[in-house]
């Protein structure tokens, strides 16, 4: 019953997209937006299947147009919409892209270890399943789980991926001989325990490789973290503006400053409380400074210098000592205008 809602809403989008960007929406720069061609196309046969043939298929006349229900498996490709509205979503879809080989490799390495494992483990209780002397149910239930080299590689993947490893194991160690416990404290050890971690760690660096690649969710965070910082500049002016006329002045700011619970709030900002009267507008002589000027001063005192201030400070030293070299030329040619005088 929701589909025509949803499938009018995502018609109404396209439209407007095409109303607003015209021909950038599937062609940018020269460059085919296929992502956007992909959802075009999807949204057409969506309301192609919510309308017309929806209607039409229950008409004897249009009977033939029955054989395009088939159609509506295309419904099952809105979910590529939801990747690019909901963004965890789309970095778990590409992490998981991204960590393929990685899944290979790894799987590649365990199934060597695993059939090593099941090889030896064969080869020493084949003695077992062959000595009479020992319990029938016992060398039965060898034989069903380590008697051949298909049954024990299986009875090893299942030990290492199950984490029921003591069922595979407690039989062999009461019923057989304690040596069997060595063999699975160094298995379970290393590959259980160790490999298992280094796998999820190359899995957790995929991961974050591939959220830090992702260009959308990286300048959503980057606008997110800049509004939140910019909220709290302007929760502290509000608050240190005592006169309440939107002006901060030097007396308000040093009041406010002497409260060691301000200062370390500050901290928390990554501000340094005793260069708040370095902005500019208190170095250009002005006693009160606005909020805008408040807040963007105090985004660039944040944290430590950054390349560009320090570029920027360079810039103006290099102009500054030009001047004064002029300067110095000028007194010298002065001097000897002075002294040429003199002479004369």
């Known amino acids: 019953a929701m589909s025509p809602v ?27 937006e296929w ?26 006349e249009f009977s033939v147009l029955r054989g395009f229900r088939v159609i509506r498996i295309i419904r099952v490709l809105r979910v590529a919409r939801t990747l690019k509205v909901f963004a965890s979503l789309r970095v778990l879809v590409a992490a998981v892209f991204a960590s393929f080989f990685a899944l290979f490799w790894s799987m590649v390495l365990l199934g060597i270890v695993i059939i090593m494992a099941a ?26 789980y380590y008697g051949t080299s298909s049954r024990a590689t299986w009875t090893l993947f299942e030990l290492t991926f199950s984490g029921g490893w003591p069922n ?33 760690a190359m899995f957790l660096k995929d991961t974050l490789r591939a959220a830090s690649m992702d260009i959308d969710t990286t300048i959503a965070e980057n606008i997110f973290e800049r509004r939140h910082y910019t909220r709290k500049l302007f929760d502290f002016f509000i608050a240190a503006d005592s006169s309440g006329d939107g002006y901060l002045s030097v007396q308000e700011l040093d009041a406010v400053l002497a409260d060691e619970k301000v200062r370390a709030y500050l901290s928390t900002l990554e501000l340094d409380a005793t260069r708040i009267r370095d902005l500019s507008a208190f170095q250009d002589g002005a006693e009160e400074i606005c ?14 210098a950054r390349s560009q201030d320090v570029a920027s400070l360079i810039r103006d030293l290099q102009s500054t000592a030009g001047k004064v070299d002029d300067v110095h030329r000028s007194i010298q040619r002065l001097e000897g205008f002075c002294n040429n005088t003199l002479v004369i």
Not at 35 to 60: C, K, M, Y
Not at 172 to 188: A, D, R, S
Not at 291 to 304: H, P, S, T
């Open 6 to 32: 949803f499938a009018s809403i995502f018609f109404v989008e396209l439209c407007a997209k095409l109303v607003f960007f015209r021909r950038e929406v599937f062609v940018f720069e020269d460059q085919v």
């Open 35 to 60: 992502f956007n061609v992909f959802d075009a196309f999807v949204v057409v046969l969506s309301v192609l299947d919510s309308t017309f043939l929806t209607a039409l298929e229950h008409n004897p």
């Open 119 to 144: 090889l030896f483990m064969c080869q020493v209780l084949g003695e077992v399943i062959l000595d009479e002397s020992v319990d029938d149910e016992m060398r039965a239930w060898a034989y069903n």
């Open 168 to 200: 595979y194991a407690r039989p062999l160690v009461e019923h057989v001989g304690w040596g069997h416990g060595v063999f699975f404290f160094v298995y379970i050890s290393t590959v259980v325990f160790a490999m298992f971690r280094i796998i999820t």
């Open 291 to 304: 909020i805008e000027d408040f807040v963007r001063g105090a985004m660039r005192l944040k944290g430590a």
